[in-house]
T-cell receptor
Framework: EAQVTQNPRYLITVTGKKLTVTCSQN?????MSWYRQDPGLGLRQIYY???????DKGDVPEGYKVSRKEKRNFPLILESPSPNQTSLYFC???????????FGQGTRLTVV | GENVEQHPSTLSVQEGDSAVIKCTYS??????FPWYKQELGKRPQLIID?????GEKKDQRIAVTLNKTAKHFSLHITETQPEDSAVYFC????????????FGTGTSLTVIP
C-alpha cells in the first residue's frame, strides 16, 4: 500500500531534550516536506527536499533540522525543543514539487 | 516570498447549495495551485489542483478557477453534501526562486442537512 508513515503519532517532551520525528514513504517520491499546523495559521512549510542530499528552508525553519540521506526517509530533528514548537506536524511526499502531495498521519508534539 | 490569503474562514451552507472559497496570491511566478480537504482529526488530502497554464478544471462536483491577471483562484463545490463538511486549504507553489509551498489559513465548511 502506497503511504507516508510518521512516528511517533503523539509525543510529550521537556524543553531542551533533543527529539527526532521520522517520516518514510514507499512511493519513490522525489519531493518531501515537513509542515506544522497551528490553529488559525493553516499549514506552514518548515523544510523541503527535492531529492537525496538536497534540502531547503521553508517558511518557518528556525529551531528545526532535516536530512535526506535516502530517498524514502526525511526525519525532522528538534535539537533543543521549546514550548513554541508545540504543534501538529505533518510530513508529505510527492512525485515532483508540482504533483499531488500525500500526507502522513501527523505527529502531535507537546513541549513542556 | 509568496503570501496566500484565503476567505472566508468559516462557511455554512444548506445541503444542495453551492460553496465558494477564494484565495489570492502575491507572487506572479507561482505556477501550481492545489486544494486540500482536511476532515476532523485526519490528514489533508488533495481534492483538485490547477496549473498556471489552465484557467479552469472540473472534477464532478468540484471545480477550480484561476485568474492569473488578478492573482486569485477559487474552489467551487456544487450540490453540497454533509460529507463535504471539513476544513479546506488552498496553496500556491512558489515559481521563480524555489519549490516552496505556501498555504492559506483554511476555510471551515459546514453543510447543514
Amino acid at each position: 500500500e502506497a503511504q507516508v508513515t510518521q512516528n511517533p503519532r503523539y509525543l510529550i517532551t521537556v524543553t531542551g531534550k533533543k527529539l527526532t520525528v521520522t517520516c518514510s514513504q514507499n512511493m519513490n517520491h522525489e519531493y518531501m516536506s515537513w509542515y506544522r499546523q497551528d490553529p488559525g495559521l493553516g499549514l506552514r512549510q518548515i523544510y523541503y527536499s527535492m531529492n537525496v542530499e538536497v534540502t531547503d528552508k521553508g517558511d518557518v525553519p528556525e529551531g528545526y533540522k532535516v536530512s535526506r540521506k535516502e530517498k524514502r526517509n526525511f526525519p525532522l530533528i528538534l535539537e533543543s525543543p521549546s514550548p513554541n514548537q508545540t504543534s501538529l506536524y505533518f510530513c508529505a511526499s510527492s512525485l515532483l514539487a508540482n504533483t499531488e502531495a500525500f500526507f502522513g498521519q501527523g505527529t502531535r508534539l507537546t513541549v513542556v | 516570498g509568496e503570501n496566500v490569503e484565503q476567505h472566508p474562514s468559516t462557511l455554512s451552507v444548506q445541503e444542495g447549495d453551492s460553496a465558494v472559497i477564494k484565495c489570492t496570491y502575491s507572487d506572479s511566478a507561482s505556477n501550481y495551485f492545489p486544494w486540500y480537504k482536511q476532515e476532523l482529526g485526519k490528514r489533508p488530502q488533495l481534492i483538485i489542483d490547477i496549473r498556471s497554464n489552465v484557467g479552469e478544471k472540473k472534477d464532478q462536483r468540484i471545480a477550480v478557477t484561476l485568474n492569473k491577471t488578478a492573482k486569485h483562484f477559487s474552489l467551487h463545490i456544487t450540490e453540497t453534501q454533509p460529507e463535504d463538511s471539513a476544513v479546506y486549504f488552498c496553496a500556491a507553489r512558489e515559481g521563480n526562486t524555489g519549490n516552496q509551498f505556501y498555504f492559506g489559513t483554511g476555510t471551515s465548511l459546514t453543510v447543514i442537512p
